[in-house]
C-alpha cells in the first residue's frame, strides 16, 4: 500500500517535472504556475545552492560513505563566511559527534542568522530530537520560509511528520523532495524507507 502510494507520488512529481519542462523549451515570458523566480542560493540557475569556496555542511548517514567534501548535497545552502562557517560546524559536531542537542541551539541560535535555511533546519532538528514537536515545526517552517526548495529540510519535516502520524503529509513531503533532487538521492532514500515502516517504528533522524 505504502509503496504503491510512494510510486504514484513519483510518477506524480516526474509528470510535474515534464511538464514544466515542456513549458521551458517552448520558450514564453515567464508569467504563470510553478516554482516563482530565481532561488537566492542557486548556482545553477535553478532552485540549488549558492556558489561559495566553503562547501556546505552536511548531515552523515548511517551506513553511507560519501562525506560532505567528497558530495555536495542537493540544494543545501551554501555558508560562505569563514567565521559563520566555523561556528555552525561546531554547532553541528555538537550534534552529531556529542548528541547536545541543548547545546547545540544555543551555538546555532548565537550565530546570529536564524533565518539562514541550514541554520534553522539544525535547530528545528535538535528541538525535534529534545521531543519538543511544537518549536521543531516552528523552524523547520522558519527554513522552508527562507529557502523552499530546501531538500533537507523537506526530509527532516517529513520525519518530524511521520513521528506525528501524519503519513499523507510525509507522502507530499516526499513528493517535494522528487521533484528537486529525483528519487536516487539520499533525501528521498531515506523518508521513503521510513514510510515503509510500520507506524510507531523508530526513526533514525
Same mark, same amino acid.
Given at each position: 500500500m505504502v509503496a504503491s502510494m510512494i510510486r504514484l507520488v513519483t510518477l506524480g512529481a516526474f509528470a510535474a517535472l515534464l511538464a514544466s519542462? $515542456? +513549458?521551458?523549451?517552448g520558450g514564453g515570458g515567464g508569467g504563470g504556475g510553478g516554482g516563482g523566480g530565481a532561488n537566492p542560493y542557486d548556482p545553477y540557475g535553478s532552485a540549488y545552492s549558492t556558489p561559495s569556496t566553503v562547501q556546505p555542511t552536511y548531515p552523515r548517514?548511517?551506513?553511507?560513505?560519501?562525506s560532505q567534501k567528497t558530495k555536495k548535497p542537493h540544494n543545501q545552502s551554501s555558508i560562505g563566511d569563514p567565521a559563520f562557517a566555523a561556528?555552525?560546524?561546531? $554547532? +553541528?559536531d555538537t550534534i552529531y559527534e556529542r548528541n547536545d542537542y541543548a547545546a547545540a541551539i544555543e551555538q546555532l541560535k548565537a550565530l546570529g542568522h536564524d533565518d539562514h535555511p541550514n541554520v534553522a533546519n539544525l535547530i528545528g532538528y535538535s528541538y525535534r530530537k529534545l521531543g519538543d514537536y511544537k518549536q521543531?515545526?516552528?523552524?523547520?517552517?522558519?527554513?522552508?520560509?527562507?529557502?523552499?526548495?530546501?531538500?533537507?529540510?523537506?526530509?527532516?519535516?517529513?520525519?518530524?511528520?511521520?513521528e506525528q502520524g501524519n503519513r499523507e503529509q510525509a507522502l507530499y513531503h516526499l513528493s517535494r523532495i522528487a521533484a528537486i533532487c529525483g528519487t536516487d538521492c539520499e533525501e528521498y532514500k531515506s523518508l521513503a524507507a521510513a514510510l515503509e515502516?510500520?507506524?510507531g517504528t523508530a526513526l533514525v533522524y
Open positions: 519542462s $515542456a +513549458y521551458a523549451a548517514r548511517p551506513g553511507t560513505k560519501a561556528g555552525y560546524r561546531a $554547532a +553541528y521543531s515545526q516552528v523552524w523547520y517552517e522558519r527554513a522552508l520560509k527562507a529557502d523552499p526548495n530546501h531538500v533537507l529540510t523537506w526530509q527532516y519535516y517529513g520525519l518530524w511528520q511521520l515502516k510500520p507506524t
